[in-house]
Each structure stands twice: as structure tokens, then as C-alpha cells.
Antibody
Framework: QAQLQESGPRLVKPSETLSLTCSVF??????????WAWIRQSPEKGLEWIGS???????FYNPSVRGRISISADTSKNQFSLKLRSVTAADTAVYYC???????????WGQGIPVTVS | IVMTQSPATLSLSPGESATLTCRAS??????LAWYQQRHGEAPRLLIY???TRATGTPDRFSGRGSGTEFTLTISSLQSEDFATYYC?????????FGQGTKVEI
């Protein structure tokens, strides 16, 4: 099955932009049946789905971050990326990427990357 | 849609059975998934569509329910089952998770 790997800076300053990339192995993000998602986890908010992208660029975002978020897909690299603007300490979390199967459930997941806003 | 799990913690011994509950704030039919998260690891999909086991999920895990009330039962707990379990509805946008039930020894 697919393997996913998050990468990017682990420390971001307040008001700046958090940027992460998810590399997908042993699967193709061009599969038309599935989206690709970003989910974060913090002690305060628990697990929170923040957005999903189809390889065409179609996106769905959580209203909690709408206006600050953009997710894009790069089919040539089999990757998808997250940008979260104007971050605050409340955006500190472990960020996971995952396959969003039929836009329903999530699996498999990447190992997660901790990001601190400070 | 708000997902509420109970109890927050379940203290059991290996070999015992565990029953975890997840309630949705509105009718989600059978659109529910369960995940297991071991300490320091990412969540792993166990069950989707309320009762369908994901590939690799042992048959000691079983899901039931529809509408607003769901259960995950783990029969005969193994050492690797002591973890935190989350439910997630996949009925509508945004997809939301419960706050988790920790199954501890």
C-alpha cells in the first residue's frame, strides 16, 4: 500500500507561513477516486482534518482554517503540499498527511511532522 | 457534526474484552471509521463504514452501530491493543474526529 512522508520546517515564526510537503510512494496521486489530506493533532484540539486535494487541484478545506490555507498537488513529483498563512501558537501541532479514500476515511497516514509556532 | 467518545480511559487486563462508544451529534447513517494510535505513532485505520475491517485489521476488532451510536469491541485484548482509539465520521464535510478513548493496562 501507499507510503507517505511529510517534510518541511519544524519551527515557524508567528504571522509567517507554514509550508509542508507530502511525498507519496507506491501509489499514484493521479488516482481519480481518492483525495489526499492534511490532518493535524494537538493536545488542545485533538485530531483535526484541515483539508484535502484531488490531483486536478480541486480542494476541500475545514472552515476553521479557510482563508489561511491552500493545498496543491504536483503530479510530476507525486507530492502534495500545504501552506498555512498567518500562523499563531494555536497552529502548533503534529501535522500528518494521509490518503483520503473516496473522500471518506483516511489511510494510510504518514509518520507525522511536529511543527512549533514560536 | 460533533463526535463524542466514552469513556475517556478504559483500564483492562490482557485477555479481557473492551467496548468503546462513539456518539454523533446527528444521524450519520453508517458513515463511521475507527482508528488506533499507539504511543508515538500515527493513527492507523481499523474499520470503515461502521463495521468493515480495513486490510490487516485482526478479526478480534468489530464495529457496530448506525445513526448516532456506534461501538468498537476488542475481544481478548492483546498487548499491542493497548493504545488510543478514535472515531471519525465520513458523512459530510468537514470530517471530524472524536476526542479518543485510551485503553490502558
Amino acid at each position: 500500500q501507499a507510503q507517505l512522508q511529510e517534510s518541511g520546517p519544524r519551527l515557524v515564526k508567528p504571522s509567517e507561513t507554514l509550508s509542508l510537503t507530502c511525498s507519496v510512494f507506491d501509489d499514484r496521486i493521479t488516482d481519480t477516486n481518492h483525495y489526499w489530506a492534511w490532518i493535524r493533532q494537538s493536545p488542545e484540539k485533538g485530531l483535526e482534518w484541515i483539508g484535502s486535494v484531488l490531483h486536478t487541484g480541486t480542494t476541500f478545506y475545514n472552515p476553521s482554517v479557510r482563508g489561511r490555507i491552500s493545498i496543491s498537488a504536483d503530479t510530476s513529483k507525486n507530492q502534495f503540499s500545504l501552506k498555512l498563512r498567518s500562523v499563531t501558537a494555536a497552529d502548533t501541532a503534529v501535522y500528518y498527511c494521509a490518503k483520503h479514500v473516496f473522500t471518506q476515511w483516511f489511510g494510510p497516514w504518514g509518520q507525522g511532522i511536529p511543527v512549533t509556532v514560536s | 457534526i460533533v463526535m463524542t467518545q466514552s469513556p475517556a480511559t478504559l483500564s483492562l487486563s490482557p485477555g479481557e474484552s473492551a467496548t468503546l462508544t462513539c456518539r454523533a451529534s446527528e444521524n450519520i447513517r453508517g458513515d463511521l471509521a475507527w482508528y488506533q494510535q499507539r504511543h508515538g505513532e500515527a493513527p492507523r485505520l481499523l474499520i470503515y463504514d461502521a463495521f468493515t475491517r480495513a486490510t490487516g485489521t485482526p478479526d478480534r476488532f468489530s464495529g457496530r452501530g448506525s445513526g448516532t451510536e456506534f461501538t468498537l469491541t476488542i475481544s481478548s485484548l492483546q498487548s499491542e491493543d493497548f493504545a488510543t482509539y478514535y472515531c471519525q465520521h465520513h458523512h459530510a464535510w468537514p470530517k471530524t474526529f472524536g476526542q479518543g478513548t485510551k485503553v490502558e493496562i
